[in-house]
């Protein structure tokens, strides 16, 4: 049963330091939402920030020739990542969607970013004027690397940028829409400015803003694992609007799509749950049930799902053309089942009936499950050929791997293309997929729509924000777009199982009848050859 939403989140705002420390090797895992890391007065020694996801903010003071990753998922808050009277330090964010970097008084330190174009859209870098000798750098990690294992990641440098020293003001760096390249502009300060955006803002305006924060019990030098279990079970809670209030969101947006120009749809495991497919992190979701223990029994058999009510909305949409892409991290392969065209979606994180060749990226579509052949796990072969020779492999992306380019880039561009974004159930912990649907608020009257009876870290970002669940509003959507009735019940693995079906039965027929025909002409032969046998016998006696 789904809680009422509450109008504020009820977690608290704490801040976890850790630091004076020389020479050593820190990991900070699995701190929930809401909490800042400051990492302070240390000196050659690497801090790990990996898994927090809905991270509030990243602050470094003080360090010398230290290395710092953010790394998998972490979703940092919109004013994020501050550097502070730090010498020759290293840097890496990787899988990891910020807004913004300030560096005040920052020399000959490199920041290095993962290479994926959606996470770097649109990050502000602001240098303070005591900067300089510093540079940004587009890397990924070192092929045969597992970021799981490893303290200090190796990665390959694709691009380096050094920023210019600007001794008189302050200086802003942003990259690229393709990543290859660096704009440099003085910084004009916005209308509506956080603290961390004032150009006059020093080192010394930092350090009295902890020391606040420390006088007001705000700081702690660790949280225990019994509060972060609690934290996690807040996170996990589910909320539902009464029913009125979400047909009146619904007809909302409905009106959001009739004026949109481009409109993108981006789903989540929990379009899939009605379909009997658990989601991860729900409180009966694959991810819950494995941090408290429990042991699973036989998988669900993804073959025996069917498209949900949603699923066949959506599919309509784009049939008539009010929407114009989906974005779904998704394996179920339900979206193409449903309809949707190959050409109007990316599924980011692989469809489990699709596998490609290694050799010539020639995609086929299965009627079976193509990770039931599958040999390894990180090898991802299927054990059949293309027809240029090449092996084939399914197009699963595991954590630690990169989205293929091939259904990144569409993604990425229809993002920026996009007016209106419609989100569905998922709770936007994964990167890079949860950093495209923002985009659309960069267009002019750009909108953001989430849907989803978990909170989320864009709650507060979005322009409509529903609390159900997806075919509850996908229902009164259609209601209120004037389409209540369309096709929920066609299917395409279905039908291509009856396809092979067929094929199957002709050529049975076939070689069946083949079969028959020889019998038949064999037959008489047959037997006039021992008729002939028979009469010369019969003319020797």
Same mark, same amino acid.
């Given at each position: ?102 560096? @005040? ?14 996470? #770097? ?14 540079? @940004? ?10 970021? *799981?294992?490893?303290? /200090? ?47 006059? /803002? ?18 702690? *030098? ?9 934290? !996690?079970?807040?996170? #996990? ?18 009106? !959001? ?51 949900? !009510? ?6 309509? #949409? ?7 892409? @989906? ?94 974004? @419609? ?34 870290? !864009? ?69 006039? #050859? ?12």
């Amino acid at each position: 049963m789904a809680a009422p939403v509450p109008p504020e989140p009820v977690i608290p705002v704490r801040a976890i330091k850790i630091g004076r420390f020389t020479g050593a090797e820190k990991v900070i895992r699995n701190i929930r939402s809401n909490h800042h890391i400051v990492m302070h007065d240390c000196a050659d020694s690497a801090v790990v920030v990996s898994m927090n996801q809905r991270l509030r903010g990243l602050t470094v003071v003080n360090c010398v020739r230290c290395a710092v990753q953010v790394l998998d998922s972490c979703v940092i808050g919109t004013e994020a990542v501050e550097f502070v009277n730090c010498t020759d330090c290293e840097v890496f964010f990787d899988e990891t969607y910020l807004k913004t970097l300030r560096a @005040i008084n920052v020399v000959n330190c490199r920041f290095k970013f993962g290479d994926s174009p959606a996470l #770097l859209d649109n990050w502000d870098f602001i240098w303070n004027a005591d900067c300089h000798g510093n540079s @940004i750098e587009t890397t990924e990690v070192k092929p045969g690397t597992n970021p *799981n294992t490893v303290i /200090r990641i190796p990665t390959v440098t694709h691009c380096a940028f050094a920023i210019p020293d600007s001794p008189d003001h302050v200086l802003v760096t942003r990259m690229t829409p393709d990543a290859s390249g660096v704009i440099n502009k003085p910084y004009a300060p916005a209308s509506v400015s956080f603290p961390m955006r004032d150009p006059a /803002r020093t080192a010394d305006d930092v350090t009295r803003e902890l020391e606040q924060a420390e006088s007001n019990n705000n700081i702690v *030098n660790e949280i225990s694992t019994e509060v972060l279990g609690r934290l !996690y079970d807040e996170e #996990l809670r589910e909320y539902l609007e009464p029913e009125e209030q979400i047909s009146a969101k619904a007809k909302q947006v409905a009106e !959001y799509i009739r004026s949109a120009s481009h409109c993108v749809v981006y789903t989540g495991a929990g379009v899939s749950t009605s379909a009997s497919i658990p989601d991860y992190r729900g409180p009966e979701g694959m991810w819950t049930r494995h941090a408290r223990g429990e042991i699973f029994g036989e998988s669900p058999v993804l073959e025996d799902a069917l498209p949900t !009510y949603t699923h066949y909305a959506i599919a309509e #949409l784009v049939r008539t053309g009010k929407v114009k892409y @989906i974005v779904s991290t998704n394996l179920d392969g339900l979206h193409r089942r449903s309809g949707v065209p190959r050409e109007a979606i990316s599924e980011l994180h692989g469809n489990c009936y699709c596998e490609v060749c290694v050799k010539c990226k020639r995609e086929y579509l299965r009627h079976f499950n193509t990770l039931h052949t599958r040999t390894d796990r990180w090898t991802h072969l299927t054990g059949r050929k293309c027809e240029c020779g090449g092996d084939l492999r399914d197009t699963i992306c595991h954590f630690t791997e990169n989205v293929f380019e091939e259904v990144m880039t569409p993604a990425v561009q229809q993002s920026r293309a996009s007016d209106l974004s @419609i989100v569905l159930g998922t709770s936007m912990n994964v990167q890079p997929a949860a950093a495209l649907c923002e985009k659309a608020l960069a267009n002019p009257n750009g909108k953001l729509v989430i849907v989803n009876i978990q909170h989320t870290p !864009y709650d507060k970002t979005c322009t409509c924000r529903v609390f159900a669940r997806t075919d509850d509003f996908m229902r009164q959507l259609m209601l209120h777009i004037g389409t209540p009735e369309f096709d929920t019940k066609f299917d395409l693995l279905q039908n291509m199982r009856e396809v092979v079906g067929r094929q199957l039965h002709s050529r049975t027929a076939a070689e069946r009848g083949g079969r028959v025909h020889w019998r038949a002409v064999a037959t008489p032969v047959v037997l006039a #050859l021992l008729a002939l046998v028979v009469f010369a016998l019969w003319q020797c006696a």
